[in-house]
């Protein structure tokens, strides 16, 4: 196992990795840089990285997709959103995929240690208890990191398919409602307007 | 214009089922109403039509299973999440009707923005919900009941008849025969004319990117 904490930098802007690096290499960390998220996912694969920053919006596959499909195939790798556009619907979205922060630019060194150091405390949680598991049995430790992982899912299944099968019946009922909100809005909108000429 | 991005919406399973679901359909819209209108079409003959509408029939069955598994067993099954704030569902859902009845004329952005978990708009995914999950399995029933009204008798008298039986097949053709116009020209309604249908072959939508910077 490596020693070095490896970092991946993912951004299109070359100047972001450089300021990670130029913070996180005098800690002791080694900061590899990937301009998109092509690139990003071909590194993840071939390597072992302890913590992924990444940026929304590169050229090709978007930042949300690969912190996406990085939770989808490491759900114990910590990633992190970087982006200086923070919508509401992007948040959601990176919440969803279960990414660790949604960090806005500018970001200041004191963010980009403070966010590394919280990122890898997860990492370590999980780490840990995956070692010395492996230490003991390998193959008991690739289950219980299957495990871990699936044991927030297990909950939320029952949820999934009950929402799924719910779904044409809330659909129905809004078909349902749906003249009505529309006749009462429009009778607000109406009520509204005659007010404010009055 | 803005910068577009790729994102992978459609996977392999979903556009498998999706242009085995349009072939199908269209062959049973076909051979359906050569079957229930005799006389009036006449595009092959009435034992083939029969034969071919119960054969694809069966295949629009077993992909309806595929289709039900992937999402039941898969985290995209939020994609046919229903929203669960009728303040929500309703804001959005008026949003996008003025958009599809005025803003798109006047060339103003679509209010959904498309993501992995939300592919579909509130319209879109309360219809879609509806007719996958009610609708089609309803069809389906109603047509494994007229393929054989003997064998399935019990189900039939259940149903209230063959009478009812076949009404409610024959309504639901209507409607899915409509849909299968209507569909087409939503698809089109992308950032460009074939956009949506690209997508369906390539599995990714290219999506406009927020008019900010970094």
């Known amino acids: 196992m490596s020693v070095l904490t490896k970092i991946l930098v993912v951004d299109d802007d070359p100047v972001v990795s450089k300021s990670f690096d130029r913070v996180l290499a005098n800690k002791g ?73 949604f960090l806005r630019k500018p970001l200041s060194p004191e963010m980009i240690e403070a966010s590394t150091a919280h990122a890898l405390s997860q990492r370590v949680m999980t780490a840990t208890v995956a070692e010395s598991v492996e230490m003991a049995a390998p193959q008991i430790a690739a289950a219980s990191v299957e495990q871990s992982a699936e044991a927030p899912a297990k909950g939320s299944t029952i949820k999934n398919i009950a929402l799924f099968l719910a779904a044409p019946f809330i659909g129905l009922a809004y078909i349902v409602a749906m003249p009505f909100v529309g006749l009462g809005m429009l009778a607000w909108f109406g009520y509204k307007a005659v007010m404010k000429r009055a | 214009m803005n910068q577009m991005h790729k994102l992978y919406v459609h996977p392999l399973p979903v556009r498998i089922w999706h242009w085995t679901n349009a072939i199908s359909f269209i062959l049973m819209i076909l051979t359906g109403v050569q079957i229930r209108y005799i006389g009036m079409v006449n595009l092959m003959s009435f034992k083939m039509a029969v034969d071919l509408h119960n054969l694809v029939g069966f295949v629009l069955i077993a992909n309806f ?3 039900f598994g992937f999402y039941l067993f898969s985290d995209k099954i939020k994609v046919y999440h229903p929203e669960l704030s009728p303040m929500k569902h309703f804001r959005d859902s008026f949003r996008q009707m003025m958009f599809y009845g005025y803003g798109i ?15 579909f708009n509130p319209m879109q995914s309360m219809t879609y919900q509806i ?35 076949d009404t409610v097949h024959v309504l639901l053709f209507i409607f899915f025969s409509a849909f299968i116009f209507i569909h087409p020209y939503l698809a089109s309604l992308g950032h460009t004319p074939t956009a949506h249908f690209k997508a369906m072959f390539t599995g990714y939508e290219e999506i406009e990117d927020e008019p900010a910077g970094h």
């Open chain 1, 29 to 101: 960390y080694a900061v590899i840089s990937a301009s998109n998220g092509e690139e990003a996912l071909s590194k993840l694969k071939n390597e072992h990285y302890d913590l992924v920053f990444t940026d929304i919006k590169m050229p090709g596959i978007s930042g949300l997709e690969v912190a996406e499909q990085v939770k989808a195939s490491q759900p114990w790798l910590p990633v992190v959103i970087v982006t200086g556009y923070g919508s509401d619907a992007y948040e959601a979205r990176a919440a969803a995929a279960g990414v660790s922060e």
């Open chain 2, 105 to 119: 004329f006047r060339g103003q952005p679509n209010p959904h923005h498309v993501s992995v978990y939300h592919k």
């Open chain 2, 131 to 165: 007719i996958m999950l009610l609708l089609v399995p309803i069809q389906f029933y109603t047509g494994v009941l007229l393929w054989d009204v003997e064998m399935f008798e019990t189900g039939v008298n259940l149903f209230g008849g063959v009478r009812v039986v």
């Open chain 2, 65 to 67: 299973f595929l289709w």
